[in-house]
């Protein structure tokens, strides 16, 4: 028999919580951590839709990476969104667990599946240290350089992009050091500057910032937080492949998708 908890190990085997930074909210979030688990769904978002969608198919654990509760809330009644997601959670008893900045930081997780959808491999190096061996962030160095059109393309085809791409500088640029950091890495990006990247890669990147860098002699490639992190669901497979075989019934959500349309 496989619980919760069994999983929840075989999560934290591959990124220990110790990862994670003080302001997350990993682990489990609702359930029993002993319920029996046969089929889990994995997500990037939990919502009541996606709660709905684990009814459905019978699945007894929700995996996320984005916690379904994450900023801090004292209160929990119907008229607020984490009221009701509660709610629903809490009703359907299905177990809800979230691997977020400690499965970003881990050597071999969200940042490392990124890359390798780019075709990257051997990082020189990561933004911002959080063990020996493990950070948030990756460097790469080309030898030959990649142009930008080059990373472009490659952003675009190995991520799978529904809208274009928004960057900064000229396609024809030569690239010999990269930086990149899956979901909103803004705050990074004077690190990746420092690291002397000519390109940095992450979504959610302000004007102002963004700016700075750029006349500071940094460009970016920005994509959608939602395209950089919905490869989650590949990750926790292999890992909870690696652990119980096919012992356990594993579904991507088809439910959960970006927040953003376009017109």
């Known amino acids: 028999m496989i619980t919760c908890q ?79 997601l509660l709610k629903v959670l809490l009703g359907s008893e299905i177990c809800c667990y979230a691997a977020h900045t400690n499965l970003d930081c881990a050597r071999g997780g969200l940042n490392d599946i990124l890359a390798e959808k780019l075709g990257f491999s051997n990082p020189t190096g990561v933004l911002e240290a959080r063990s020996e061996t493990d ?3 990756r460097i790469y160095d080309f030898d030959p350089p990649l142009t930008m059109k080059e990373l472009c393309d490659r952003v675009k085809s190995g991520l799978r ?38 390109v940095y890669l992450t ?36 890992i909870l492949r690696q652990a119980f075989g096919d012992e356990l019934c594993i579904l991507p959500s088809q439910t959960n998708g970006p927040v953003f349309s376009t017109y």
């Open 161 to 198: 992009t529904r809208n274009p791409l928004v960057y900064t500088g000229s396609l024809n640029a030569p690239i010999r050091r990269a930086a990149l950091c899956s979901g909103g890495g803004k705050s990074f990006a004077s690190l990746a500057l420092q690291a002397g990247a000519q």
């Open 6 to 84: 069994d999983i929840a190990a075989a999560i934290e085997k591959f990124a220990p919580l110790e990862l994670a930074y003080s302001w997350d909210n990993c682990g489990l979030i609702a359930g029993n951590a002993n319920r029996e688990v046969k089929t889990v769904l994995t997500c990037l978002d939990v919502d009541p839709a996606v709660v709905e969608e684990a009814l459905t198919l019978g699945a007894d654990m929700i995996l996320s990476h984005h916690p379904a509760i994450f900023h801090e809330t004292k209160v929990f009644h119907d008229q607020t969104y984490a009221g009701r």
């Open 135 to 137: 950070g948030l962030g």
């Open 203 to 238: 979504g959610d990147i302000d004007y102002d910032r963004a700016r700075e860098c750029v006349l500071s002699g940094m460009n970016f490639i920005c994509v959608e937080h939602y395209d950089s992190e919905k490869i989650v669901c590949e990750l926790f497979e292999r």
